[in-house]
């Protein structure tokens, strides 16, 4: 029975965008686009939009809670391409939570008189290990709680920008202070991560009522309004402290822009919300891929170890999310984190829009529009590629081993061992291999 109406789905959407993202990596983008930070923001919104069509486009045409893997399924078939895909997209998930336990320890860190490595390293983990038994325990608090906690990270980035609006000093965005125009554009690729999120609309296409209207509406408005409140902070962000101490706080940029109108007490109101916000975006995120890695199991497509579940609960999946979540947070830095996850999501994008573009007839979509999708996406993959190949490139090698490890897991598991254990694990009908 259908029971999310237009509403709940533009909150999907928003909460899954506005979740830890924007207070891990507004600093980064401050460091690259200076006084063009909210243009960064606005670039990388035209990148989203655009993917948002597909997604508008496939989820009315394919509901399903598969979603991304769905889609990428449908237009290039059961191949290495595909399979690899779903690996990809699991990667993806546990760059976020690290990127998202980052920023939980860059704020929880603000309230401590003394700062250390093993603080951080400590609240990274903490941030990852507590959700996790969270979702062991009562998996049902997770969505209980979204809900409440969606309308606290919206109120509180609009009361930043009320309050912090007479403070803008406008000569601090002018043209004097932004960086080159491929700095700007780097920019919004790297936090391209903060609109990650809205594709979640589409895992819960099978729910939501009235989907033929429900579903774009969800997807155009929920971008629409997390583009405009990006904009609107980065210029209170930037317009009203300066960048020197932007760049002092930039691990904590947000708490520090809620300074100036709010004082003392709005830096720790934000640092706090910060908290509550990453947590539950860890949580959220964590037990979104522990299914997702149930699901694609559960096909196939993943061990089948994944699918070991106690009382409703992927038991497996958590674990697994965990241990691999908590090795990546610990061992690389906010900035690598936010790359590889900008570029992980903007590769995955591409091929949905490229999937939308194979589809356009059956799904009834512009290929104009597709192909500009397709376009766009690709773009901001490569600038952000060829900059960090130069700036970052142990940020390269470790996203470049993602996709060599989900192309090799795909040939050889795919090839050479599902067949084999699900036929004698479930008995079912042999595993048709496939032929790449």
Request: charged share 10%; hydrophobic share 50%; net charge neutral.
């Amino acid at each position: 029975m259908r029971s999310i109406g237009l509403l709940g789905a533009i909150s999907i959407g928003i909460g899954g965008m506005v979740g830890g993202g924007i207070f891990a990596v507004l600093g980064e983008a401050v460091s690259l686009a200076d006084g063009a930070t909210a243009i960064a923001f606005a670039i990388a919104g035209l990148v989203a939009i655009f993917t948002a069509y597909s997604y508008a486009k496939l989820s009315v045409a394919y509901q399903s809670s598969g979603g991304t893997v769905t889609f990428i399924d449908k237009a290039f078939g059961d191949n290495i391409l595909s399979g690899s895909v779903n690996l990809m997209l699991w990667l993806s998930y546990l760059v976020t939570i690290s990127l998202y336990a980052t920023a939980f320890a860059s704020y929880g860190t603000t309230f401590f008189s003394k700062q250390s490595t093993l603080l951080t390293h400590t609240l990274i983990s903490i941030s990852i290990v507590f959700p996790a038994i969270i979702n062991l325990v009562s998996a049902s608090f997770v969505g209980k709680s979204e809900t409440v906690i969606v309308v606290i990270k919206v109120s509180l980035l609009i009361l930043v920008i009320v309050a912090g609006a007479p403070y803008v000093e406008t000569s601090r965005m002018s043209p004097d202070h932004w960086s080159s125009p491929l700095s700007i554009v780097v920019a919004g690729m790297i936090i391209f991560v903060a609109y990650e999120g809205f594709e979640l609309i589409a895992n819960a296409a099978e729910d939501i009522k009235d989907p033929d209207k429900n579903l774009p509406r969800a997807f155009y408005f929920s971008v629409s309004i997390v583009i405009l409140l990006y904009v609107l902070i980065s210029i209170i962000t930037v317009g009203s402290v300066s960048y020197e101490v932007l760049m002092k706080a930039k691990d904590y940029a947000l708490a520090e822009a809620a300074k100036p109108a709010l004082g003392h007490i709005g830096f720790v109101i934000v640092s706090s919300a910060a908290l509550l916000s990453t947590f539950s975006a860890i949580n959220a995120t964590l037990y979104g891929n522990a299914r997702l890695g149930y699901k694609i199991a559960k096909d196939g497509k993943l061990p089948h170890t994944l699918m070991d579940s106690k009382k409703n609960v992927p038991f497996n999946g958590v674990l697994y999310t965990t241990l691999f979540s908590l090795i990546l947070a610990n061992s690389i830095d906010l900035t690598e984190i936010a790359i590889i996850g900008s570029a992980g999501f903007l590769l995955i994008f591409f091929l949905v829009n490229v999937s939308a573009y194979k589809l356009h007839t059956e799904i009834n979509a512009s290929p104009i529009v597709t192909i500009l999708s397709s376009v766009f996406a690709l773009f901001a993959l490569i600038t952000l590629m060829l900059h960090t190949y130069d700036s970052n490139p142990h940020a390269m090698i470790i996203f470049g081993s993602f996709i060599i490890i989900s192309l090799l897991f795909e040939l050889i598991y795919g090839r050479y061992v599902r067949g084999q254990i699900f036929q004698r694990k479930y008995k079912t009908q042999p595993y048709k291999k496939k032929e790449y």
